[in-house]
């Protein structure tokens, strides 16, 4: 499995736009990339998945360079609403290997 | 469309009881999985369970055990328990056992003191 590394927390103000990198550099061949973003005492909520280059949908997007040993999840111009703790997993889809995240801060 | 509902919220147990926690699946979904997440920490997966058959087990002892139920929903039971046991436990459903997005319960707390 392997293995992800991403900031333990970051600030941000209100409007800006944040990027959350995160490091797989045992990345598999068939190891797709999923962000899941968690409040307190919620279960987490799914934001993105991809494989490769760029992946957008409504809240995010996703940047996955051509090595695939890296990614950064961009949200942009956050709002205070999107304090949370955000995850970056790899590997199975479905039995999700959760590390300790990223705490984000946004502050007004 | 119900989303993933967990029962009970909270709960107190001591050292050496048996809990049973319940997670009703969202509608149409036949892939449950539980998770544990101790305080501060990302959640780990325990098992999952596909059409009523358990289809995979993360590091967790014998003592966590499991059942789904015809109409998809699930039942996590632990017994023997321990002060390591206090957590969060996720349930997370989802349409098929691969590919997809798993929606997640909000969870039930338990507390053993």
């Known amino acids: 499995l392997a293995k992800t590394t991403q900031p333990i927390s970051m600030d941000s103000y209100e409007g800006q736009e944040v990027n959350i990198t995160c490091s797989h550099n045992?990345?598999?061949?068939?190891?797709?990339i999923t962000w899941y973003q968690q409040f307190p005492s919620q279960g987490p909520r799914f934001i993105i998945q991809?494989?490769?280059t760029k992946v957008t949908n409504e809240v995010a997007s996703l940047f996955i360079p051509a090595d695939r040993k890296s990614s950064t999840l961009s949200l942009p111009r956050v709002s205070l609403s999107d304090t949370a703790v955000y995850y970056c997993?790899?590997?199975?889809?479905?039995?999700?290997?959760f590390g300790t995240g990223t705490r984000l801060q946004v502050f007004p | 469309e119900t989303g993933v509902t967990q029962s009970p919220t909270h709960l107190i147990k001591t050292r050496g009881q048996q809990v049973t926690l319940r997670c009703s699946s969202q509608?149409?979904?036949?892939?449950v999985s539980w998770y544990q997440q101790a305080l501060g920490q990302g959640p780990q997966f325990i098992f999952q369970?596909?059409?009523?058959?358990?289809?995979g087990r993360g590091n967790f002892p014998p003592r966590f055990s499991g059942l789904q139920f015809p109409n998809y929903s699930s039942e996590l039971n632990v017994n023997a328990l321990e002060l390591d046991d206090s957590a969060l436990y996720l349930c997370?459903?989802?349409?098929?056992?691969?590919?997809?997005?798993?929606?997640f319960g909000p969870g039930t707390r338990l507390t053993v003191l």
């Open positions: 991809g494989y490769k």
């Open positions: 997370a459903s989802s349409l098929e056992v691969s590919g997809d997005e798993q929606f």
């Open positions: 369970y596909y059409r009523e058959e358990e289809n």
């Open positions: 997993l790899v590997g199975d889809t479905d039995k999700l290997i």
């Open positions: 045992n990345i598999a061949t068939n190891d797709y």
């Open positions: 509608s149409g979904h036949n892939t």
